[in-house]
Structure formats: structure tokens, C-alpha cells
Nanobody, 120 residues
Framework: QVQVVESGGGVVQPGGSLRLSCAASGSFVSIARMGWYRQNPANGRDLVATIDKQGTKDYMDSVKGRFTISRDSAKNTVDLQMDNLQPDDTAVYYC??????????????WGQGTQVTVSS
């Protein structure tokens, strides 16, 4: 019924850039927060960057100053501009959206993931 779809992963050399995009679609009332997480070596997922419906942004410390998240509310999309990528940024990146479907609760929706590889 609802889904998020990612695009923009790839392979880049250290210092390079990539831009990730995520689009939400389906039957939902609103999106409370949307953004990106990445898989860590313990197979958990760490917050990379998110933006909520008020426009408040949150970044993990290691990407501040290098990554920029933006939102197009009319299209229900978010972009993550990643500059000065480093090998430690290599991971599978997952789009996440917290959505209200009926107005009485929030639902956590994940994309399938896109690989970002930073290597020389």
C-alpha cells in the first residue's frame, strides 16, 4: 500500500560525490519524518540524515559538513547530497519514512537499500 523507492547509489573514489534520492508513494495521510540510514558492521542501521515535516534536519556527526539532506514536500521525495565521500561511508543505505496511514498511528517504512561504495 505504501512504499519508498531509492536511487542513486554507486561506486566513487574518495573525495567524490553521490546523490541519493528517495520517493514515497501509496495511500498515506502524511510523512512525519523521512531520511537515510546505513548498515553498520554489526548489521544494525545507523541514522545518517533525516528531515521531518517541519523541516528540522538531523545528521550523524561523521557526515556533518559533507552530506546535505533536502525535501520536496509536493513530490514526497528526499535527496541526500553526499560530498567528500570517504571509505568509511561505504555501506548499504536505506531510505526510511515514518508515515501516518490512518491518523491513529505511525508506520515505519523501509526501502530495499542501495549500495554506496567508496574505494580507490
Amino acid at each position: 500500500q505504501v512504499q519508498v523507492v531509492e536511487s542513486g547509489g554507486g561506486v566513487v573514489q574518495p573525495g567524490g560525490s553521490l546523490r541519493l534520492s528517495c520517493a514515497a508513494s501509496g495511500s498515506f495521510v502524511s510523512i512525519a519524518r523521512m531520511g537515510w540510514y546505513r548498515q553498520n558492521p554489526a548489521n544494525g542501521r545507523d541514522l545518517v540524515a533525516t528531515i521531518d515535516k517541519q523541516g528540522t534536519k538531523d545528521y550523524m556527526d561523521s557526515v556533518k559538513g559533507r552530506f546535505t539532506i533536502s525535501r520536496d514536500s509536493a513530490k514526497n521525495t528526499v535527496d541526500l547530497q553526499m560530498d567528500n565521500l570517504q571509505p568509511d561511508d561505504t555501506a548499504v543505505y536505506y531510505c526510511n519514512a515514518i508515515m501516518s496511514l490512518t491518523g491513529d498511528g505511525l508506520y515505519n517504512v523501509w526501502g530495499q537499500g542501495t549500495q554506496v561504495t567508496v574505494s580507490s
